[in-house]
């Protein structure tokens, strides 16, 4: 393959094979069953305005897409117009979202060995993919592969990272917030997030919801459902505030990580009792799809 012709095609085939070939798309159990389903996959402009949006509301110390991509590729300048970035959702499977569906206090094991292994496969992708991009001619970074990428305070929002998977996952189309927070996309909420940026010339993915980034909720398209409430043990959500993220981290701190540790040997940071259960779990709710 040349360095003017890798198209989305291409790109899709790339993020395919890795997920159906890599040894660490695994739950490590005796099933030998895959840690996530097959992966979405949409691109946004590298100048896209929610970036620098997203940037003013988290706080200066969060990375625009050209800003990630000036980190790792000093000496190759590039604009924002020139960048686009590859984000994609990694579906839990069948199996553990069935599983997660009976627990309500503490995760159960095949969400926690994703959560742990799982996410260790996600790192491998992204760093996978930028790598196959820049042998290709295309220079790409995982920005949350960087050795900057950490947490800082951020005035209006609380405790957040300098690069959103989440954010950038809605840039491109691939879901809209709930009330918990988590991002729906078409296979529902439960399901974590990876992206690249690249200096490549991709078309972009057309953003169903234009910036609504709340169109997706049935609490907030239609003021119905708020199950995700229910399923939350802590009462880290509420429809009058939506979620209390430091709630939510205390309780996965105090609770579910030790749980988790002890019972399954896994570590990371998991729950997601809160992605189960709910009518956005698997699918955006046939109610607010068919108006997309
Ligand atoms: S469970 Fe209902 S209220 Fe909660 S995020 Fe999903 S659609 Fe919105
Ligand atoms: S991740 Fe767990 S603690 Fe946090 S909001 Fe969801 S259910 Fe509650």
């Not at 105090?254 to 570590?267: C, H, L, S």
Request: glycine share 6%; charged share 20%; with cysteine.
């Amino acid at each position: 393959m040349s360095s003017s012709d890798l198209n989305l095609p291409q790109l899709e085939q790339i993020l395919h094979d890795f997920w159906a070939t890599a040894p660490s798309n695994s739950l490590h159990l005796e099933t030998a069953e895959k840690a996530w389903d097959e992966p979405l996959l949409a691109v946004a402009a590298g100048d896209d305005p929610l970036f620098a949006q997203v940037k003013a509301a988290i706080g200066p110390f969060y990375w625009t897409p050209a800003e990630a991509f000036a980190l790792a590729f000093p000496d190759q300048p590039a604009s924002p117009a020139e960048l686009r970035v590859i984000s994609y959702a990694l579906p839990q499977t069948q199996a553990t979202r069935a599983q997660q569906r009976g627990e309500r206090d503490l995760p159960a094991e095949r969400w926690a060995r994703s959560r742990y292994f799982g996410e260790q496969f996600n790192c491998d992708l992204r760093l996978h993919l930028a790598a196959r991009l820049t042998e290709q001619g295309f220079p790409a970074v995982a920005p949350e592969r960087l050795p900057g990428f950490d947490y800082r305070q951020s005035e209006q929002l609380g405790i957040a990272s300098n690069w959103s998977e989440r954010h950038t996952a809605f840039i491109a189309g691939l879901g809209t917030f709930g009330l918990s927070d988590g991002l729906i996309t078409r296979r529902g909420k439960a399901v974590r997030f990876g992206s690249v940026v690249a200096k490549i010339d991709l078309p972009v993915t057309p953003r169903p919801y234009a910036e609504d980034h709340h169109a997706w909720c049935l609490w907030y398209a239609k003021g119905i459902c708020g199950a995700c409430v229910q399923r939350c043990p802590t009462g880290a959500i509420t429809t009058r505030d939506g979620h209390d993220k430091n709630a939510c981290r205390r309780y996965i701190r105090e609770v579910t990580a030790p749980f988790t540790t002890k019972q399954y040997g896994t570590g990371a940071t998991p729950c997601g009792l809160c992605q189960v259960r709910i009518p956005c779990e698997m699918q955006v709710p046939q109610a607010l799809l068919s108006q997309s």
